[in-house]
């Protein structure tokens, strides 16, 4: 295949081949920008169709690494491990290991973290071949707490903009997944007042927010076509496409959930329904905030200063509302533009 003419390749710094055949090991280090700082972005495992879709995916996500931490300014760049193969069948100490003496190659320039199919304890193998690993639990741990508070900040300022509010007292908000950041933002959003409607395929979940939070459950499919003033999906990535935005009753779109737009043009037909959509990288980029915290080389972690750039959210996604308004841009749209402007701002 080419590489350099590759759709998803644009400006990449450096990719890394990697294979190491007595543990099994091949993978893809896509390292796609380190002007803020060392490339962060976590490592998944996956058993992609042939090689030419495992070097799109690390191509592309890595793109997106730079572009999230760019937006809330970090002094961090965009890189991402693909491990080729399902976790189930591939991963085993050795080959983790081996993929800990890659990092080390690369000297620092890449910074690894959990992804699809990478547990803490898988993690701690790596670490101990390489210092090149984030979002440890002895150092920052679970971001999920974070990513939470950080959608929370963005879904107010999202109610602010579209709806003139203040406050979430008395607006219904539904919310798609109750994951460990869909039920975190549930309990604030309760807490501030609102009313939530749920809906996750686990059974259990979805009970506990009903009996907790008096929420109203809802079958999987019934979230697209509730009435709420703001949709907050926490589950699944394209939930924003052909088949559920006519579907959508609500003016406010903020969650958590990744790579929300099926594809770059439902951003245009959103704000043509006059959909105010909180851009996913910029709100939900509280979990690498977290991480950015660490101090790597010390095993420290600085919570209060996670907090206070988290508080940051607000204030971009409140720039992205106002600068797609005054030139009539999709606010995704908008979001890339602000994060290559801070990409290179000094
Ligand atoms: N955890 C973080 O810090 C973080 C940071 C940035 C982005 N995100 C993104 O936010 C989303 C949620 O992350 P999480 O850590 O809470 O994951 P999670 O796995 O803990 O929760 C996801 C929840 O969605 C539910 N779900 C799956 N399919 C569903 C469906 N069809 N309808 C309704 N619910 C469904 C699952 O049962 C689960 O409860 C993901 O897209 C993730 O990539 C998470």
Redesign the pocket.
Known sequence: MSVFGAQDYRDHEQVAFVSEPESGLKAIIAIHNTRRGPALGGCRFWKYPNEDAAIADALRLSRGMTYKSALARLPLGGGKCVVLGSAAEVKTEALLRALGRALERLGGHYVTAEDIGVKPSDLRIVREETAHVAGLPETSGD??PV?ALGVFYGLRAAVRHRLGLDSLEGLTVAV???????RSLADQIAAAGGKLIV????ED?VQKAVQELGAEAVH?DAIYDTLAEVFAP????AILNDETIPRLQSSVIAG???NQLAEGRHGIVLRQQKMLYAPDYAI?A??IINIAHEDRAAGTYDKAGALEVVGRIDDTLAEIFTRADATDTPTSVIADAMAEERLYED
């Open positions: 971001p999920s990513t798609q997944g109750l994951g460990a950041v869909g809906a996750d395929i686990r979940a999987v926490c589950a699944l990535g958590s959930a990744n939900n509280g979990g």
